[in-house]
């Protein structure tokens, strides 16, 4: 039960932030690793980002390492993405999701048990 938002058109060089939070009540982000993915049309999902839910740890793809930034705000019940210096091949549909089994995130599409329905992120002049 997870819900993206702020995925829109950007020009190339530009930011976005992505929020994921829930879609029922009761249920807490901070409880699960959460990890973002995306989907550009004709390839695989690709593990973008993921942070433990008790540590803070953090994974990073190496495609966005150093522009791409997670973040938790527990308080809003939310996971970001911040994206910064956007590319045109940073266009995708991006996901969040969650990984109930309490363990160290890893970019693992099949490790994450709960999805939302994805963002459109287009990065174009």
């Known amino acids: 039960p997870l819900v993206e938002s702020g995925g829109e058109l950007v020009q190339p060089g530009g930011s976005l932030r992505l929020s994921c939070t829930a879609s029922a009540s009761g249920f807490f982000l901070d409880w699960y690793a959460i990890g973002w993915f995306r989907q550009a049309p004709g390839k695989e999902r690709e593990g973008l980002a993921c942070q433990n839910d008790r540590d803070g740890y953090t994974s990073y793809a190496d495609s966005v390492k150093g522009r791409f930034t997670i973040s938790r705000d527990n308080a809003e019940n939310a996971v970001y993405l911040q994206m910064n210096s956007l590319k045109p091949e940073d266009t995708a549909v991006y996901y969040c999701?969650?990984?109930?089994?309490?363990?160290?995130?890893?970019?693992?599409?099949?490790?994450?048990?709960?999805w939302g329905q994805g963002t459109q992120v287009t990065v174009s002049s």
């Open positions: 999701a969650a990984d109930f089994r309490g363990r160290e995130c890893r970019l693992i599409e099949d490790e994450y048990e709960s």
